[in-house]
């Protein structure tokens, strides 16, 4: 399958070496100033793999499915869940595979305490703790834009671990959402730290911690808690503030992009639904657009 790129930032060159890894053609690479129309109508091009900012996600996308191009659109699946929503029922219209970029449910680690969640290891899950946080650091650029970002923190940070753990608990529906959710390690009009409660169909209760520039961390970035009727999960145990990850430990790995990419180009042959499907980024959305409402920012 040939492959055009849509973006070429970090995770743009990330999707792009895992097409390679995976034995994907890449086709046209678009960077800010390119045309991605015409990328996109190439009569050659199979897929169009989306990493821009935000508020591009929905008209890339459209097009793309307009065109009857198999889409890969990293996260968050758009700005609103009415973009969102038109995206999916486009797809779905037109026959073409949709995986978005929920990569951890990709991530060996993630997988493997999933698979011990559901075999009662712990007992029935009650609660969760998880972490999307930057420790020390924060972007900058677009990502501090309301306008192209569509918030901060968040919908950049906060909607990983908000996936992750609905993927550890198998993938229950929010029945509540309330948030916190502020500013208070920047100057921009965008949220850089909040804490999430979702209330989930299963009674498990899950606080999802996000934020840029915090001072420490409890855990790696997407860590994630579990305390069940009968013990406790971790996805990384041992990486905590007092022993914390190695120089070189690598977070943001190939192995999970490409594992990703795998899976959808596999969808894309044979027509099945990815892991990272249309429902699992609508999902994700919604929490982030109801947590944002709840806190007075919608």
């Avoid at 009662?120 to 609660?127: E, K, M, N, Q, W």
């Avoid at 959710?181 to 409660?197: C, N």
Wanted: overall charge negative; proline content about 6%; hydrophobic content about 40%.
């Amino acid at each position: 399958m040939k492959l055009a790129f849509l973006g070429h930032g970090f995770i743009g060159k990330m999707h792009e070496r895992a097409a390679l890894s995976c034995g994907a053609e890449v086709g046209p690479i678009c960077h800010r100033d390119d045309d991605w129309r015409a990328a996109i109508r190439q009569p050659d091009v199979d897929a169009v793999v989306i990493g821009t900012p935000n508020s591009l996600h929905h008209p890339q996308a459209m097009a793309a499915i307009e065109a009857g191009k198999h889409v890969l659109l990293d996260k968050p699946m758009a700005v609103t869940v009415a973009e969102a929503e038109e995206i999916a029922a486009a797809s779905v219209v037109a026959g073409v595979t949709l995986l978005v970029g929920h990569m951890w449910r990709y991530r060996t680690e993630v997988v493997e305490a999933r698979g011990r969640i559901a075999s009662g290891s712990i007992g029935t899950p009650v609660r969760t703790r998880g972490y999307g946080i930057h420790a020390g650091w924060g972007p900058s650029g677009w990502f501090t834009d309301p306008t192209l970002a569509g918030g901060g923190a968040l919908i950049d940070m906060g909607v990983h671990a908000i996936d992750t753990v609905r993927f550890l608990l198998g993938d229950p529906q929010p029945v509540r959402v309330a948030a916190s959710i502020g500013t208070a390690f920047g100057h921009y009009g965008v949220d850089d730290d909040g804490v999430v409660l979702v209330e989930w169909s299963n009674g498990v209760r899950s606080v999802i911690e996000c934020g840029w520039w915090q001072p420490r961390l409890d855990g790696v970035e997407a860590d994630t808690e579990v305390y069940g009727t009968t013990g406790y999960e971790r996805i990384w145990p041992q990486y905590t503030p007092t022993t914390p990850a190695p120089a070189d430990y690598e977070h943001c790995s190939l192995p999970m992009y490409a594992a990703q990419m795998a899976d959808f180009l596999h969808c894309c042959r044979t027509g099945e639904t990815p892991v990272a499907s249309a429902e699992v980024g609508l999902t994700a959305l919604r929490i982030v657009e109801l947590a944002y409402a709840d806190a007075g920012l919608r």
